[in-house]
DNA sequence: TTTCTATTTTGCCAAATAGCCAAGGACGGT
DNA sequence: ACCGTCCTTGGCTATTTGGCAAAATAGAAA
């Protein structure tokens, strides 16, 4: 695999990463629905707010949220909705794979 | 957030997170072409086949590839084909993010 | 300006991950 | 039976990640 190549997939398994943590999969989930500022996300999700802005940051890196600041909040929303796919994907391969254990203890 | 609620992201997240690695996000791309043993993909990746095989096996895990041996050797084939679908929409992530890059530059 | 509130950054620690190597198991060929 | 090949597992180390708490920052309001 030659190094562009290789880099190439690097790029897009950094944007899948962004996505592979439950907290964060939440609150793409949640600004699917609407805009949210960090301390509406930070109360949703129940964990520290330091902790949530560094998921959000992971977000915004990949490029798959936008931030906007208004006033002393700051709003994210989704910047990039086809990742919505993901999930009716993910919620098939679950159905798969409970599936299979089903006829596993049949 | 209830526990059941977030065991339900946790699942999620477990198999989007089996795609986040460059390696398994490229054999997820090479099965989606057609079978290959552990063997053949060890020799394409480039890596050590006891890591080839670790990949291998979270994927496996994850429930997104099938493995089947034959002979001496281990078959692995996509078991969910729309995980592929992944691909399309991180493809336009990197689109709009180089765009963005582009119009920072000018 | 000072104070308050929302957010981000930093430091620290525990846990998870990725990689290589070595060891072991399974199977086919001789 | 023995050997060689294919594959998986366990052990080790280096690196990354996730979480909280404390400190720093930015803007609003007083």
Redesign the interface.
């Known amino acids: ?1 030659d190094s562009k190549t ?1 880099s190439r ?5 950094k ?3 962004a ?8 609150i793409v989930d949640e600004l699917s629905r609407s805009e949210r500022c960090v301390c509406e996300l930070t109360e ?3 964990d520290d707010m330091s902790t949530v802005s560094k998921h959000l940051s992971v977000l915004k890196n ?3 949220v936008w931030d906007e600041k208004r006033g002393t909040q700051v709003f994210y929303s989704l ?2 909705p ?2 919505l ?10 159905k ?2 409970a599936k ?1 254990q089903a006829s596993l203890v049949r």
Not at 9 to 13: F, I, M, Q
Not at 85 to 92: D, K, L, P, T, W
Request: charged share 20%.
């Open positions: 695999m290789k997939y690097e790029a897009k398994a944007i899948i990463k996505m592979s943590h439950p907290t964060r999969l939440f949703m999700v129940g990949a490029g798959i910047r990039v086809c990742v796919r993901f999930f009716s994907c993910v919620e098939s391969v679950l798969t794979n299979e």
